[in-house]
T-cell receptor
Framework: DTGVSQNPRHKITKRGQNVTFRCDPISEHNRLYWYRQTLGQGPEFLTY????????KSRLLSDRFSAERPKGSFSTLEIQRTEQGDSAMYLC?????????????FGPGTRLTVT | AQSVTQPDIHITVSEGASLELRCNYS??????LFWYVQSPGQGLQLLLK??????LVQGIKGFEAEFKRSQSSFNLRKPSVHWSDAAEYFC??????????????FGKGTSLLVTP
């Protein structure tokens, strides 16, 4: 068990550019979540995958955001036409099937800075 | 709608002193409750969880929390704080499975400073 990994750890981009983040969950976990955390706030839910199916999207996830999880393994989160308000820490978490699905294991996050 | 409140934004304690971090939730049914810790540059680490049963739960690193239904609280405690406990602490609540799977609703966090 190597834990949840996220890449890159830091990303600085100019407003209007597209960015993509990757999350590799714990291998046997079929649930995967994306959260966003801004300064001074707790993480906020963005979207949820069970295997390759994206089952829920928060209203925080505007149409500039898209997430995929091909083959139910790693996941990517893409932000198109970035805005300064997108600057945040993007956290990925995974959990196994069943009641323990509430136990979410978080990656270190990708810190996005939009200039 | 469910919500989580952590009334204390910052708390400072002396090393060796006891610690209590407050968490209140608003939810119609018995929630699933969690405490996470986040150190600078690190991801969130699960300290402990409450699903049902014994209302006093033990976690890692010597932490414990008590679920009090009458007060809608789930306060985190530690009898003796170590300097390495300085971090941001988040309380979170999970609802019964919905389309959001097991998405967690987090409080805004409490920043713990430990002084020598």
């Amino acid at each position: 068990d190597t834990g949840v990994s996220q890449n890159p750890r830091h990303k600085i981009t100019k407003r209007g550019q597209n960015v993509t983040f990757r999350c590799d969950p714990i291998s046997e976990h079929n649930r995967l979540y994306w959260y966003r955390q801004t300064l001074g706030q707790g993480p906020e839910f963005l979207t949820y995958f069970q295997n390759e199916a994206q089952l829920e999207k928060s209203r925080l996830l505007s149409d500039r955001f898209s997430a995929e999880r091909p083959k139910g393994s790693f996941s990517t989160l893409e932000i198109q036409r970035t805005e300064q308000g997108d600057s945040a820490m993007y956290l990925c978490a995974s959990s196994p099937t069943g009641t323990s699905g509430y136990e979410q294991y978080f990656g270190p996050g990708t810190r996005l800075t939009v200039t | 709608a469910q919500s989580v409140t952590q009334p204390d934004i910052h708390i400072t304690v002396s090393e060796g002193a006891s610690l209590e971090l407050r968490c209140n939730y608003s939810y119609g049914a018995t929630p699933y409750l969690f405490w996470y810790v986040q150190s600078p540059g690190q991801g969130l680490q699960l300290l402990l969880k409450y699903f049902s049963g014994d209302t006093l739960v033990q976690g890692i690193k010597g932490f414990e929390a008590e679920f009090k239904r009458s007060q809608s609280s789930f306060n985190l405690r530690k009898p003796s704080v170590h300097w390495s406990d300085a971090a941001e602490y988040f309380c979170a609540v999970g609802a019964l499975p919905t389309n959001s799977g097991y998405a967690l609703n987090f409080g805004k966090g409490t920043s713990l400073l430990v002084t020598p």
